[in-house]
Structures are given as C-alpha cells and as structure tokens.
C-alpha cells in the first residue's frame, strides 16, 4: 500500500479525472501510482491537507462517521466574529446538505489574533476597503460537503479562503501548496491513530 500527503492549491479538483479541458487536478501536480485515490475532498475554492492512497482500510476509517476523527481548519472570514458568535458555531448550527438539514455537532472555534502566517493565494481573495476579514480556527469531528462554509455563512460571516491544516495529529507543517511526499504507513497511522498498525 502507498501513502502520500498533499498540500492542495486553491483551484485544484480533489480528483485525477479531468471533467472539463480547463480543469486542473490532483494529476497536474505530479506522478501518482495509477491506483492512487484521495481519502476524502476538499472542494476546488478549498486549499489544505490531503492523503493520498490505495487503501481502502483507511479510507474506510478516516470517512466512516463514527470514527469521528478531528480535521482542523483556518477560515478568513468577512467581518470580525464575536465570543458569542463562535459559541454558536461551538454548540452546532443547522445546515442543508443535498436535500435535508443537518445539525452539526459540537465543534471547536476560536478567532486567531494575530492573524496566522499563511502564504498569499494564487490568485489573491477578493478584498474590500470598507468590510474587515479576520481569521477564525475551526476543529471538526464530521465532515460534510462544504460545511465549515456553510456554518460561517449561517451565521454571517462569508469565508473568502479555508485551508485544512490538519487530520488528527498530522499536519502540514512546513509544506507549501502544491508540495507532496511519500509516507510510511507506520508513521502516517501514528499521527492519525496515536498507534502504528
């Protein structure tokens, strides 16, 4: 079995199929075995960790809900969100996914002052004089298409960039978007599991 992680860029699919001439995906980053599939997405707007791999096992550990494994991410968001506003995020809030609502579970959120190191995006957010951003951190056990999206909108505040920083203990760390590298088994199931397997 193979194991890689990602730092996916803004813009790129979460896939190696190209549905469209001008998509860009996980292909367009390097050489991958042909049996190499994500574990998990992160949608096209979305930048962050990704694993990479042929294993169904971990798939099936990492996306099976009951597992409830912790993603974090780093949202840059538009206005500056209050205490209050963050304990509502903490407690759940109600989102539509596909056709039904969903309850989102309790959650972790904190606004980061200073705002976090992260480098420039390609190509930049859309930034306007008159609204002020901030950045606000966001630690989940579920994961639902679009949620940390959907949970700021909810209670307004519009996320202009989301990058996952981190599965369980595993982290991007020093990588740069678009950076990948092969990783042990052992290794990558301790950060993930607190065990190798």
């Known amino acids: 079995m193979d194991y890689y992680i990602l730092h996916k860029p803004f813009g790129v699919l ?3 199929t190209r549905e469209e001439p001008h998509h860009k995906t996980l292909a367009d980053l390097g050489e991958f075995p042909k049996d190499i599939y994500p574990v998990g ?5 979305s930048e962050g960790l990704l694993i990479l791999t042929n ?4 798939n099936h550990r990492l996306l099976n809900p009951n597992f409830r494994h912790k993603r974090t991410y780093l949202a840059q968001v538009e206005q500056i969100p209050e205490k209050e506003d963050l304990e509502i995020l903490e407690k759940g809030v109600e ?3 596909g056709k039904r609502y969903h309850s989102t579970l309790p959650c972790k ?3 980061l002052e200073p705002p976090p190191s992260v480098s420039e995006r390609v190509p930049s957010i859309r930034y306007r004089k008159s609204i002020p951003t901030a950045w ?5 056990t579920e994961g639902k298409n679009r949620q940390v999206r959907k949970m700021c909108a909810k209670i307004g505040f519009p996320v202009l960039r ?3 920083i981190s599965i369980e203990n595993l982290s991007l760390k020093q990588m740069k978007s678009g950076d990948f590298y092969k990783i042990d088994k052992a290794e990558l199931f301790h950060f993930l599991f607190q065990k190798s397997e």
Request: cysteine-free.
């Open 14 to 16: 979460s896939q190696f």
């Open 41 to 45: 997405r992160l949608d096209k707007d």
């Open 55 to 58: 294993d169904p096992k971990l």
């Open 95 to 97: 989102i539509k996914v």
């Open 109 to 111: 959120a904190k606004l």
């Open 136 to 140: 606000i951190q966001l630690t989940l």
């Open 162 to 164: 989301l990058i996952r």
